[in-house]
């Protein structure tokens, strides 16, 4: 089998090339087949406590119902906070990668986000918000070009924010000439699960089952105090906790006139076992899946001929599968869904009209040579230069003041 190479790339970036590339994992719990796993929660509207999706796919040839274990936001996320990861180890190549970079100053600390980090990337509302020199940043040369910038001609964005043109960004709050740009890379993994069948033979949602939680206080399963000593114990903590919560236990303090309660809101006392939490998915198979779209990559260009704008497409696509490399090097997910490859990754790349060419899997060492090579081909086809940080934002601070953990809020 042999290894993905820049001609390759390069060969995907010109037209007619191929279509995609397709990298599919086998997965399976850490503790075994027989483990659960926690799949992603999502809010359901008018609901607590969050929910599973679960979605029919095909299986082979059978029809099954799948259920989201990562989605394609949160696969993305992991490969933006891996390239984030590098530039902050000062990683010799990915520091050159141009970025805009949004500081805040709260309590004495100095606080960094990068484009790559924000939630919609370089057309972030952090970044529209903040300042460049004491200038409003939608009125920097720079950032005016990488917003009017178009498929026609996307240089200003390639130098300003790539990964906008990697992972997908929308203008969406912007009166006219949005940016809109499609992610060319997608992802998500899957767990395919067992469910039933009606009395029609159709298959029947599965029913996820609930789990206990429970915490042991050693000092005491039950802590009752006065409102005095409620209100003592909540204002000592207004530093730490969030306003809005100790003004609650204040209120619910003083509304019973000093009558014993539960210091549970305090986060004193233990918790009965109780079946109120989604409990994990038994998988009989997960499978990870990423595309990467030169046909998405082939719709753009920048200003550099046919040769050059070829160069420029395959850097962007050595981009994204290093972030992807290194994102598929962390099977990092969350708590209780803890995963390993069942095998190797299968990866493939469309040589159309029902033809695939299997290529070898991307290590980090590989993808760091393919993605230098991509750069140099592009600096001496396109003039192309990348040198770390492009724009330097001071956020507003109106914005970081008002800023609140939601998390917090509902504990």
Not at 70 to 97: F, G, M, T, V, Y
Request: hydrophobic fraction near 40%.
């Amino acid at each position: 089998m042999r290894s993905l190479d820049f001609a390759t790339l390069l060969a995907a970036g010109s037209p007619g090339g191929p279509s995609c590339l397709t990298s599919t994992t086998p997965l399976e719990p850490a503790g075994g087949r027989h483990a659960s796993v926690a799949p992603a929660k999502f809010a359901e509207r008018n609901k607590k406590g969050g929910a599973y999706a679960y979605e029919q796919r095909f299986y082979g040839d059978e029809s099954r119902y799948a259920v989201v274990i990562d989605s394609k936001q949160s696969q993305l996320n992991r490969a933006e906070q891996a390239l984030a990861q590098a530039i902050d180890d000062r990683h010799p190549l990915l520091s050159r990668l141009p970025h805009v970079l949004v500081t805040y100053e709260r309590d004495g600390n100095v606080e960094r986000y990068y484009d790559l980090t924000l939630p919609h990337r370089v057309f972030d509302g952090h970044i529209r918000a903040g300042t460049v020199d004491g200038r409003p940043t939608t009125q920097v040369d720079a950032y005016r070009a990488a917003r009017d910038a178009s498929v026609t001609n996307a240089r200003a964005l390639l130098e300003l924010s790539p990964i906008s043109l990697v992972f997908g960004a929308w203008d969406s709050s912007r009166k006219s000439r949005q940016g809109r740009w499609r992610s060319a890379l997608v992802g998500e993994i899957i767990g395919f699960v067992a469910a039933g069948r009606d009395d029609a033979g159709n298959l029947r949602l599965p029913e996820p089952g609930k789990r206990g939680g429970a915490r042991v206080d050693p000092v005491g399963m039950q802590i009752n105090l006065g409102g005095d000593a409620m209100k003592r114990l909540a204002n000592g903590q207004r530093g730490e906790m969030s306003t809005a919560t100790v003004d609650k236990i204040v209120k619910a303090a003083g509304a019973k006139s000093g009558a014993p309660q539960s210091a549970s809101t305090l986060g004193l006392g233990g918790i009965p076992p109780m079946l109120e939490q989604l409990a994990g998915v038994a998988c009989d198979a997960i499978i990870r899946t990423h595309v990467l779209s030169f046909a998405t990559l082939r719709q753009m260009r920048f200003g550099a001929g046919p040769e050059g704008d070829a160069a420029c497409r395959a850097l962007l696509a050595a981009l994204a599968l290093n972030a992807l490399a290194r994102a598929d090097a962390e099977l990092y997910l969350r708590a209780n869904c803890d995963l390993v490859e069942a095998s190797a990754p299968s990866v493939k790349i469309d040589q159309r009209r029902g033809t695939f060419l299997e290529v070898e899997p991307l290590d980090i060492d590989t993808a760091d040579l393919l993605l230098g090579e991509a750069l140099a081909h592009a600096e001496k086809a396109a003039d192309v230069k990348w040198s770390g940080v492009a724009l330097r934002v001071t956020g507003n601070p109106d914005i970081v003041s008002g800023a609140v953990d939601a998390e917090s809020e509902e504990s």
